[in-house]
């Protein structure tokens, strides 16, 4: 693995308990209650499967001074490096196959709006998480694209 300067800054930083992650409040309990119903967890991100780690290793809880580490809830790890870029659907075809499951047994959820329609695209379930503080959402897409505000509304049968 390659890391960068900023990659062993934020290490440290995480490390040293100077950064955690803040998680909306509904996605912890909902993740714990996936993994508990045997749903395999899987996350794909922008951002390197290094700095995905990170990010879920130290998960800020209600006291301010605590992590959690939430890394092993999630069974796969993508990036735009080992299953390409988001807006593509061969990437969520690819993703399927590495989980060994057919594309249209997997549920993605994305608070993106192209990137949604690219997993749907490939054959996959998919839904809007319209959370705040991210991209303005049309009415017309948050029905199209079947939108949810919590995870806590999604039902995985």
Not at 7 to 24: A, C, D, I, M
Not at 30 to 56: C, D, E, M, N
Not at 114 to 129: F, P, Y
């Amino acid at each position: 693995m390659l890391m960068t300067h900023s990659g062993y800054l934020w290490q440290s930083g995480y490390e040293n308990g100077v950064y955690s992650t803040p998680l909306f409040a509904d996605v912890e309990p909902q993740l714990r209650h996936w993994k508990a119903a045997s749903k395999t967890i899987s996350i794909y991100s922008s951002g390197s499967v290094f700095a995905q780690k990170l990010l879920f290793g130290h998960v800020a809880t209600s006291s301010s001074t605590s992590t959690v580490n939430l890394e092993g809830l999630v069974s796969y790890w993508f990036d735009t490096t080992n299953a390409g870029m988001k807006m593509e659907k061969g990437s969520y075809e690819g993703i399927a196959k590495e989980m060994g499951q057919r594309v249209d047994r997997v549920l993605f959820l994305s608070d993106n709006v192209a990137e949604v329609r690219a997993a749907r695209g490939a054959g996959m379930r998919a839904l809007l998480v319209d959370r705040p503080g991210n991209a303005a959402v049309g009415e017309v897409d948050r029905r199209e694209l079947g939108a949810v505000d919590s995870l806590a509304e999604i039902e995985i049968r």
